[in-house]
């Protein structure tokens, strides 16, 4: 049984290797440049940013729970503990596949036609622009949407650690997906704030593009190191 301070790291760990992920910080730039558009105003777009990312934390953290009630109250923790180890090990592979062959074969990405998709609502979201309530209640459900469409290239991290969480008590489990739920969106937060103080969504997105393929290496070794971690930890780290 390992110390309660190394399973921490570990979920610290994790939550920064997902919220690094250029998936994330593509929507997010994208976003940050919708809603300066629209909003008109950097004060604006902050508020509704900081909306946006209380979404993404409510709607994970939801997610976490609900997968968690799921794998303990149906008694295959095990199972699923084995099943997120072999996950990361395949996801932390292809990741680090597209440092070398960015884009070749098979990669980890948003659900197939979620890019489209994010447009067009974005593009529907504008048309609200005259009418604050709907248009701050339609922001929020975009948040929603990005979560969901996201998952397949950023729920990898997530899916290892409830893999380690789900092995223990859940009250137990519960100050843990809170701390990385917390964790997972401060990187958002500070690409917020960079955005509000001024630099350009342009900007951010070139930054993205220059540093996609280490930031993909960086997740990678990490989730082949958790897998493995996880592999040879039986029991789990609770």
Not at 117 to 133: D, G, N, W
Not at 179 to 191: E, Q
Request: proline residues 4%; glycine residues 10%.
């Amino acid at each position: 049984m390992l110390p309660s301070d190394f399973t921490i790291w570990i979920i610290v760990g994790a939550a920064l290797a997902d919220s690094i992920n250029p998936c994330v910080f593509g929507a997010l730039i994208f976003l940050i440049a919708f809603m300066t558009k629209v909003f008109k105003s950097r004060g604006k777009m902050l508020l509704c940013g900081l909306l946006y990312t209380g979404v993404v934390y409510a709607t994970y953290l939801l997610l976490g729970f609900g997968i968690l009630k799921i794998a303990v109250g149906a008694g295959v923790s095990s199972l699923f503990y084995s099943a997120a180890a072999l996950i990361a090990v395949i996801a932390g592979l292809l990741e680090i596949k597209d440092y070398f062959w960015y884009g070749r074969g098979f990669s980890l990405q948003m659900i197939p036609g979620g890019a489209e998709r994010l447009k067009l609502y974005t593009a529907k979201i504008a048309m609200l622009e005259r009418h604050p309530v709907l248009l701050v209640v339609a922001t929020a459900l975009l948040g929603v949407f990005v979560v969901l469409i996201e998952l397949p290239c950023t729920g990898a991290p997530y899916f290892a650690i409830l893999g380690l969480l789900a092995a223990g008590e859940f009250t137990r489990a519960v100050p843990l997906l809170l701390l990385y739920n917390f964790v997972f969106v401060a990187p958002l937060l500070f690409v917020l704030l960079v955005a509000y103080l001024g630099t350009a969504s342009t900007t951010l997105e070139h930054w993205r593009k220059k540093h996609r393929e280490i930031m993909r290496l960086g997740i990678g070794i990490f989730l082949v190191a958790l897998g493995i971690f996880m592999f040879y930890s039986l029991p789990p780290i609770f």
